[in-house]
């Protein structure tokens, strides 16, 4: 699963985040979370993805929707709760109102969806921090260039009926690309898509493990 940005890619430097890893040529998209670490239910509840945003600087299209399946994967591989198809959720629902997650931001979107799912649980998402960046290092004998990947994900829990808010969880990763040479060669390649697909899938594992985390604590 690609990205199709618009805009450019090397946006300026932001502030370094941790989590940082150098990037392979084929990304383990699950190579952080042990899922099961996590807690198990006394019962799984049904939740629906109720959108999500993109609050950062950074401009892409289908942003919110690669975003809204991720986070559908992860739910079902988590195992923690029941989910409503990612899938299901746009057939059902307006996309604008999903990628600007209007489906919680009245009482009155919120206990309609509630009818139509009949859910126990809302999950939104926002994409809060996106920032690609790149650094030269020249020396007497060699040229290497860094990208830089970074991206913040937060999530917020809410009860579907009531509105309540009931967990939250950040995650944030940053993913690096090396390109390594001398003057006479090497030093080649470019910003690949494949780090802010990895970046974004592991900042949403981490945000989702933060926020399963605190929900079971706190049920």
């Not at 899922?35 to 609050?55: C, H, M, S, Y």
């Not at 307006?94 to 309609?112: E, T, Y």
């Not at 926002?126 to 960046?133: E, H, L, N, Q, R």
């Not at 690309?177 to 001398?182: D, E, S």
Request: one cysteine or more.
């Amino acid at each position: 699963m690609l990205f199709f940005f618009i805009g450019c890619v090397a946006a300026p430097k932001g502030n370094h985040l941790d989590g940082s890893e150098t990037l392979t040529n084929q990304p383990d998209m699950n190579s952080t979370i042990h899922w099961t670490d996590l807690p198990k239910p006394a019962k799984k509840q049904l939740v629906a993805i109720a959108g999500f945003e993109n609050r950062s600087t950074y401009s892409a299209d289908k942003l919110w929707d690669t975003s809204g399946q991720l986070l559908a994967a992860n739910m079902i591989r988590a195992g923690y709760f029941r989910v409503v198809e990612w899938e299901r959720m746009k057939t059902l629902f307006d996309w604008d109102a999903l990628s600007n997650v209007d489906l919680i931001k009245s009482p009155d979107n919120m206990k309609k969806a509630q009818r139509i799912l009949l859910c126990e649980y809302f999950i939104s998402g926002a994409i809060t921090y996106f920032d690609v960046s790149r650094q030269n290092y020249v020396s007497a004998m060699s040229k290497n260039k860094t990208y830089e990947t970074t991206i913040r994900v937060d999530l917020l829990l809410q009860n579907a009926k009531t509105g309540e808010y009931l967990a939250t969880g950040a995650g944030e990763h940053t993913v690096k690309q090396v390109f390594k040479g001398t003057f006479s060669g090497g030093q080649t390649g470019t910003w690949s898509p494949r780090a802010a697909d990895k970046a974004l899938n592991l900042a949403i594992q981490k945000a989702l493990f933060e926020l399963i985390s605190s929900f079971h604590l706190n049920s």
